[in-house]
C-alpha cells in the first residue's frame, strides 16, 4: 500500500551541485506533480505532467527540470543548486487532471543548500 | 489569478471544543475546493472536497460547505481531538491541469 514514494527522504548539498529527486505512484495514475513548501507560504507548483510524455511549468519552474520517466515514475532535478531552493519537496499524483480530482502525495525530500 | 486566503494560526484549543478554521478564494470560472491535513514529518492528506456551489465535504467529524456566494469553504468540527493536532491547508483547483492553489496552512493544536 506504498501509494507515492519519494527519495530521499533527507538531504544537504553545497552550492552549485546537483541532484535528481525521485517520485514513483503505484496507483495507475495518469497526472504528477511537483510542489515545494515553504515557512508561511503553503504549497507551490513547481512543474506537473498531466499525462505520460506531456510536462508543463508550475508557479515556480525556475532553476528545476522534470522528467516524466514512465507512467509511474516523475523526477525533478537542480541542476546547479542554489540556498533558495532550500525547502520541503512533495511530490503528488491524481487519477485525472481535472479539478475534481483529489492529489495524492508522498511524503517529502527535505533539502537543504548550504 | 487564484488565490486562497486562511486564517492565521496556530489555533490552540482544549479537547472536545468546537472548531472553526476560516478559508475564503478568489478565483475564475467554478473551481473545486479541498481540505488538506498535514501530520508532523507527513505528506498532505486529502481531508475533505467540494465540487460544486452548496456542496457539503465531510469526513471523519469535519465539514465544510462550498459557499459560492461569500466565496468561503471554512472547516468546521464539534468536539475536536489531541489527534487532530496538525496543519490544515485549504485548496481550490481550476482548469485543465488539475493544478491546486493553496493556502498558507493553518496549524491546529489540542490539548486535554
Known amino acids: 500500500n506504498a501509494g507515492v514514494t519519494q527519495t530521499p527522504k533527507f538531504q544537504v548539498l553545497k552550492t552549485g551541485q546537483s541532484m535528481t529527486l525521485q517520485c514513483a505512484q503505484d496507483?495507475?495514475?495518469?497526472?504528477m506533480y511537483w510542489y515545494r513548501q515553504d515557512p508561511g507560504m503553503g504549497l507551490r507548483l513547481i512543474y506537473y505532467?498531466?499525462?505520460?510524455?506531456?510536462?508543463d511549468k508550475g508557479e515556480v519552474p525556475n532553476g528545476y527540470n522534470v522528467s516524466r520517466l514512465n507512467k509511474r515514475e516523475f523526477s525533478l532535478r537542480l541542476e546547479s543548486a542554489a540556498p533558495s531552493q532550500t525547502s520541503v519537496y512533495f511530490c503528488?499524483?491524481?487519477?485525472?487532471?481535472?479539478?475534481?480530482?483529489?492529489?495524492?502525495f508522498g511524503d517529502g525530500t527535505r533539502l537543504s543548500i548550504l | 489569478g487564484n488565490s486562497v486566503t486562511q486564517m492565521e494560526g496556530p489555533v490552540t484549543l482544549s479537547e472536545e471544543a468546537f472548531l472553526t478554521i476560516n478559508c475564503t478564494y478568489t478565483?475564475?470560472?467554478?473551481?473545486?475546493l479541498f481540505w488538506y491535513v498535514q501530520y508532523p514529518g507527513e505528506g498532505l492528506q486529502l481531508l475533505l472536497k467540494?465540487?460544486?456551489?452548496?456542496d457539503k465535504g465531510s469526513n471523519k467529524g469535519f465539514e465544510a460547505t462550498y459557499r459560492k456566494e461569500t466565496t468561503s469553504f471554512h472547516l468546521e468540527k464539534g468536539s475536536v481531538q489531541v489527534s487532530d493536532s496538525a496543519v490544515y491547508f485549504c485548496?481550490?483547483?481550476?482548469?485543465?491541469?488539475?493544478?491546486?492553489?493553496f493556502g498558507t496552512g493553518t496549524q491546529l493544536k489540542v490539548e486535554l
Open positions: 503528488a499524483s491524481s487519477d485525472r487532471d481535472y479539478s475534481n480530482q483529489p492529489q495524492h
Open positions: 496507483m495507475n495514475h495518469n497526472s
Open positions: 505532467s498531466a499525462s505520460e510524455g506531456t510536462t
Open positions: 478565483a475564475t470560472g467554478y473551481p473545486s
Open positions: 467540494a465540487t460544486k456551489a452548496d
Open positions: 485548496a481550490l483547483g481550476t482548469g485543465g491541469g488539475n493544478k491546486l492553489t
